[in-house]
C-alpha cells in the first residue's frame, strides 16, 4: 500500500525562525512529489520536485527531493505569521493513465507573533 | 493557474435531503476530481473523472455519486443526506505544463453540515 507520512504532524514557531517539515514516502513507480499549502479553505500549490538534490525555490520557501532515501523537506526561513498554515506533501506514481495523488496528513505549522 | 468554482460554499442541511455540490472549471481540463476532508484530517478522493462520460470511485467510499456529461461540470450528489456525510468536499482539476510539469489545482471547497 502507497503511503506518505510527514513529521512533525504539528510545529509552533516564533516569527522569525526557520523551520523544516518533512515528507517520506513509499510508493511503487514514483513519478512527483507535490508540497501543498492549506490555510482555511483549499489547497494552493507549492512545488512539484521529480529529481533528486535540485533544490526549488520560491522567496523564504524551498524544497529538496531525495529519491534515493524516499523523502523531501520543504524549509521556510524567517517566517511570518501569514506562513501559518497546514503543509501537505503528496505523492503521483508513473503510468499513462495514473493521475491521481496520495496525499499525507499534513504538518500544522503555527508562527506567533 | 487554474480556475475552478464550487457551489455552495457553505451549506447547512436537514438528514434525508438530496443535495448537489456544483463544480465548474474553465481551463478546459479534462481531468477532475472530488476530495473529502474531514477537521485536522487528510484529504481522501472519493470520485474522479478522466473526461466527458467518465467517472471512477476513488480509494475512500463514499454514498455519494457523480456525472461528467459536459467537460467544464463535475457535480456531486447525495442523494439522502446524513450527519455522517458532515465534511469539507474539495473539487480539483489536473494540469499538464510544458515538460512533463504538473499538479493538481484545488477549488474553494463546499463545508456541508447535515443536522
Known amino acids: 500500500e502507497d503511503k506518505v507520512v510527514q513529521s512533525p504532524l504539528s510545529l509552533v514557531v516564533h516569527e522569525g525562525d526557520t523551520v523544516t517539515l518533512n515528507c517520506s514516502y513509499e510508493?511503487?513507480?514514483?513519478?512527483?512529489l507535490l508540497w501543498y499549502k492549506q490555510e482555511k479553505k483549499a489547497p494552493t500549490f507549492l512545488f512539484m520536485l521529480t529529481s533528486s538534490g535540485i533544490e526549488k525555490k520560491s522567496g523564504r520557501l524551498s524544497s529538496i527531493l531525495d529519491k534515493k532515501e524516499l523523502f523531501s523537506i520543504l524549509n521556510i526561513t524567517a517566517t511570518q505569521t501569514g506562513d501559518s498554515a497546514v503543509y501537505l506533501c503528496?505523492?503521483?506514481?508513473?503510468?499513462?493513465?495514473?493521475?491521481?495523488?496520495?496525499f499525507g496528513k499534513g504538518t500544522l505549522l503555527t508562527v506567533n507573533p | 493557474e487554474a480556475d475552478i468554482y464550487q457551489t455552495p460554499r457553505y451549506l447547512v442541511i436537514g438528514t434525508g435531503k438530496k443535495i448537489t455540490l456544483e463544480c465548474s472549471q474553465t481551463?478546459?481540463?479534462?481531468?477532475m476530481y472530488w476530495y473529502q476532508q474531514d477537521p485536522g484530517m487528510e484529504l481522501h478522493l472519493i470520485h474522479y473523472s478522466y473526461g466527458v462520460n467518465s467517472t471512477e470511485k476513488g480509494d475512500l467510499s463514499s454514498e455519494s455519486t457523480v456525472s461528467r456529461i459536459r467537460t467544464e461540470h463535475f457535480p456531486l450528489t447525495l442523494e439522502s443526506a446524513r450527519p455522517s456525510h458532515t465534511s469539507q468536499y474539495l473539487c480539483a482539476t489536473w494540469e499538464v505544463g510544458p515538460q512533463g510539469w504538473e499538479t493538481q489545482y484545488f477549488g474553494p471547497g463546499t463545508r456541508l453540515l447535515v443536522l
Open positions: 503528496a505523492v503521483k506514481k508513473s503510468g499513462g493513465s495514473n493521475y491521481k495523488l496520495t
Open positions: 510508493v511503487t513507480n514514483f513519478r512527483s
Open positions: 481551463m478546459g481540463h479534462d481531468k
